[in-house]
């Protein structure tokens, strides 16, 4: 038409850019909505602190781990906060990088039936995950043998074995191996005969000290490349949610500040709002498992900050945070009537609970709101109660008499039901010890219940 510019090929490639980021944006914006109808359905969410919260970047929010839902959770308040527009402010979230793994699931979906572990074993989510705007993070302890057995063969070609593992370890194959001598290479090591040592964790434990540190710095050059992708984020005005634990707390207690916090927080250009946020679960319940989010005052992040007072000022805000519920009161008073050989009741149970919200609630504690009236406290320790039962943790005998089964004294896991009640109380020591002490100790061990396999 006369007048009318021709179209180039720049135009072109802004309107086809243009569209690409109008479909990530739908798409994004239906699988927000998918996630957020399966966290109402779930769970029962109750917030506190959100008009602390910047909605504006950069902003580190930092926050304890205790399950594996922690991360959605953190995004659909963070996307209630910009008034839920569809597809936008969805925050950044780091995670696991083995979830990137195309073959994560097969680990994963352990006790699941076969027609769905099979196909769903193989599914590669990389591509919703980056939709999503998660970004990898290598955990060393998370490491399992068989990635480290694989970037060697990547980097290094087919070893003998003897030259890449302890020499303990190339015994565990070769004891697995359909011939003596075998496996004799790091590919043969690969095959689905020896998954059983493939996945144990801490693979850079089991190379040898020469393979060890030539495997090291290729390691840190990883971790490297992965905190700067982080760091340009926040530089650029994201919002980024960080686990400065590193990963879910494997028995319910406080763990140690990892270096990557410190690492991220150095090395911004724009130093980034820290946002506390605790969360605590009250998931011994059957009805819907309540979640605790509350905000705390958040600060401007120091670069020049010496680590070890910067590791306790984030814990100390985290721990501020959280929330005191039935279920790491009531196993604590399980757990106690066990070690100490105490008739337990649900007369008893009620005493505790009552006291310690009323101790940790004057002290200022952020405790749950259920409990401090009369009649719902009442019935949700029969719902406490009942759970267990349910759950074969618990037995009732004559009269409110409360006996714990020896199958619910397992390893403290927040996963498996012989270690719920475990995991609850060392949830309760570390939340007891913070507001006893009036400030958390790094120096200290926090938990106080460990129960050997």
Request: net charge positive; proline share 7%; aromatic share 8%.
């Amino acid at each position: 038409m006369l007048g009318q510019k021709p179209r180039g090929r720049s135009t072109e490639m802004e309107e086809s850019t243009a569209g690409w980021q109008g479909s990530r944006r739908f798409l994004r914006g239906v699988l927000v909505r998918l996630v957020q109808a399966v966290l109402r359905r779930r769970f029962a969410v109750i917030t506190a602190g959100e008009e602390r919260f910047p909605f504006r970047g950069p902003v580190l929010i930092l926050t304890n781990h205790r399950r594996d839902t922690d991360g959605p959770l953190v995004g659909d308040l963070v996307v209630r906060g910009h008034d839920g527009r569809f597809g936008q402010g969805l925050p950044h979230f780091v995670a696991r990088e083995d979830l990137f793994r195309k073959d994560f699931f097969q680990d994963y979906l352990v006790g699941w039936p076969d027609w769905a572990c099979k196909p769903l074993g193989h599914l590669g989510i990389r591509p919703v995950l980056r939709l999503m705007n998660i970004h990898p993070m290598r955990r060393i302890p998370e490491r399992t043998l068989g990635e480290v057995l694989e970037e060697v063969l990547d980097t290094s070609g087919d070893l003998p074995l003897e030259e890449v593992l302890r020499p303990a370890w190339v015994r565990c194959f070769h004891a697995l191996g359909p011939r003596p001598g075998e496996p004799r290479g790091v590919r043969q090591a690969l095959q689905s005969r020896y998954r059983s040592l493939l996945r144990t964790p801490y693979g850079v434990r089991r190379l040898s000290l020469e393979r060890f540190r030539g495997h090291a710095p290729r390691e840190r050059a990883v971790i490297g490349a992965q905190l700067e992708e982080i760091r340009d984020t926040l530089d650029g005005g994201g919002i980024v949610h960080f686990v400065p634990e590193g990963g879910v707390s494997p028995e319910g207690e406080v763990c140690r500040v990892r270096d990557g916090l410190h690492r991220l927080v150095e090395s911004c250009h724009r130093p980034p709002l820290v946002a506390p946020l605790g969360i605590s679960y009250d998931d011994f319940t059957t009805g819907r498992p309540k979640v605790f989010m509350r905000f705390g005052t958040p600060w401007t992040a120091d670069p020049g900050q010496d680590r070890p007072e910067r590791a306790g000022q984030v814990m100390e805000a985290i721990m501020a945070r959280t929330t005191l519920t039935l279920t790491q009161s009531g196993c604590a008073y399980l757990m106690d009537g066990v070690r100490r050989g105490r008739g337990m009741s649900q007369a008893g149970l009620e005493a505790r609970v009552l006291e310690e919200v009323e101790v940790y609630g004057s002290a200022g504690a952020a405790v749950d709101p259920g409990l401090q009236d009369p009649l719902k406290r009442g019935r949700r320790i029969e719902d406490f109660l009942r759970f267990g039962q349910r759950q074969g943790l618990l037995e009732t005998g004559r009269g409110d008499k409360l006996r714990v089964r020896e199958q619910a004294l397992g390893k403290p896991d927040p996963w498996h039901r012989q270690g719920l009640i475990p995991y609850g109380a060392n949830e309760h020591q570390a939340f007891t010890r913070y507001w006893s002490q009036g400030t958390y100790s790094r120096a200290q061990d926090p938990c106080a219940v460990r129960i050997e396999e």
